[in-house]
């Protein structure tokens, strides 16, 4: 998979504790989008599946699920399912992922009905600039919820902080869907 960055613990991209994945490279480039470093095929790292998944393993008890990001994941959509069917078959975890696509699009996607099996909640859409209104896993207000199982409804996510500050050593991280400045280790 090709990764912009990883964070192995976030309350901040969804509900409960998740680790949390960015995609790198975009094919999409919404006006606007807050995560521009990530549209670059060319930028990021390479990471194979299994690596990932033994990271999530590791950790997998103090974890309630996992967080896909981008980037556009349906960009790389042979590895995501890979990922997210291990991590749903293996460990049991909720899994959320984002797309610029919305569900008319998606139904295009010969893959989407596997992806399906696997992801519990699905946030659809372009990043609209005009219609900009953070709010529970949203960037815009155009974006929509598709709870593809039962596990989490609307109620679960307005809770969630729309941002999150992470300290580490000497550096501050800061993530979350209404943080617009973000997603890197500032020293
Ligand atoms: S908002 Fe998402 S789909 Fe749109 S350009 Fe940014 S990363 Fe791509």
Redesign the pocket.
């Known amino acids: 998979m090709k990764i912009h960055q990883i964070i192995e613990k976030t309350r901040a991209n969804g509900p409960g504790t998740r680790f949390c994945i960015w995609v790198q490279g975009?094919s999409?480039?919404?006006l606007g989008?807050f995560?521009p470093e990530?549209?670059d095929f060319d930028a990021g790292y390479k990471i194979s599946v299994a690596d990932i998944f033994e990271i999530i393993r590791r950790d997998s008890k103090e974890l309630d699920g996992i967080s896909i990001s981008?980037?556009?994941p349906l960009d790389q959509a042979e590895d995501v399912l890979e990922l997210i069917s291990k991590v749903k078959k293996e460990l049991k975890l909720s899994i959320i992922l984002?797309t610029?696509y919305d569900l008319h699009e998606l139904m295009d996607f010969e893959i989407y009905k596997s992806f399906t099996e696997y992801l519990d909640l699905i946030i659809t859409g372009?990043?609209e600039q005009s219609l900009h209104a953070p709010e529970g896993l949203k960037?815009s207000s155009n974006q929509q919820y598709i709870f593809v199982s039962d596990i989490y409804n609307e109620n679960d996510l307005k809770e969630i902080s729309i941002a999150e500050i992470q300290l580490g050593d000497k550096k501050i991280k800061i993530t979350g869907v209404g943080s617009e400045i973000v997603k890197g280790w500032f020293e």
């Open positions: 975009c999409l480039q919404c989008c995560n990530t549209h981008g980037g556009e984002w610029g372009r990043y960037g």
